[in-house]
């Protein structure tokens, strides 16, 4: 079975901080997924970024950066100088290679005050 | 292009009736499937669905039945409905060996 646990419920920062949101996650499989979703109050769930699990380079995109560390089960997510716009609530997920079935955490709420 | 597209966007239903949901996937894309996300929850898969056919399905009860169209939009069911059935209905779509997997605004479902 799949277990995706983001331990943190909710962030609170002062626009142009940078956030950091944990996950960590279970899976028996030895090729897997990970991802980093972005819900806005209007619900639509927006990709942001993916990770293989053959791959632990980590990378920045813009004001995104992640953190992959396959010994611990990690996969970290910063947001680098945030903005009010990134107020949301962020969820990771992971997928199996062979299955589009996605596991999800619970989420975290993250408030971006200006 | 048009991204994943749900309609209705918000309802309301009173316990007992039925409901159906519509999805029409990103252009090209002939794997949709459903997730159910409860308020202050992670969304939680329900079906799966390739080329027509059912390829995956979560804890669900039998209530909950969907279908893929030869145009590959789909339709989720539920039957019966219970004042736990309220909750984010939202669709996701991607195409054949595709790693990423995107989704659509959702259907606000109010049970009442």
């Known amino acids: 079975a799949q277990k995706v646990t983001q331990a943190q419920t909710e962030i609170s920062v002062v626009e142009k901080e940078d956030v950091t949101l944990d996950c960590v996650y279970e899976?028996?499989?030895?090729?897997?997924?990970l991802f980093w979703y972005k819900q806005p109050p209007s619900g639509e769930l927006v990709f942001l970024i993916r990770?293989?699990?053959?791959?632990?380079q980590n990378e920045i995109s813009g004001r995104y950066s992640w953190n992959f560390q396959k010994s611990t089960s990690s996969f970290n997510f910063t947001i680098t100088a945030s903005q009010v716009v990134d107020s949301a609530v962020y969820f990771c997920a992971l997928r199996s290679w062979d299955d589009y079935k996605l596991s999800f955490g619970a989420g975290t709420t993250v408030t971006v005050r200006a | 292009d048009a991204g994943v597209t749900q309609s209705p966007t918000h309802l309301i239903k009173t316990r007992g009736q039925h409901v159906t949901l519509r999805c029409s996937p990103i252009s090209g894309h002939k794997s949709v499937s459903w997730y159910q996300q409860v308020l202050g929850q992670g969304p939680q898969f329900i079906f799966q669905y390739y080329e027509k056919e059912e390829r995956g399905r979560g804890n669900f009860p039998d209530r909950f039945s969907a279908r893929q169209f030869p145009n590959y939009s789909s339709e989720l069911n539920v039957n019966a409905l219970l004042l736990g059935d309220s909750a984010l209905y939202l669709c996701?779509?991607?195409?054949?060996?595709?790693?990423?997997?995107?989704f659509g605004e959702g259907s606000w479902l109010t049970v009442v």
């Open positions: 899976t028996r499989d030895t090729t897997y997924y």
């Open positions: 996701a779509s991607t195409y054949r060996g595709g790693n990423t997997i995107y």
């Open positions: 990770r293989n699990s053959f791959d632990e």
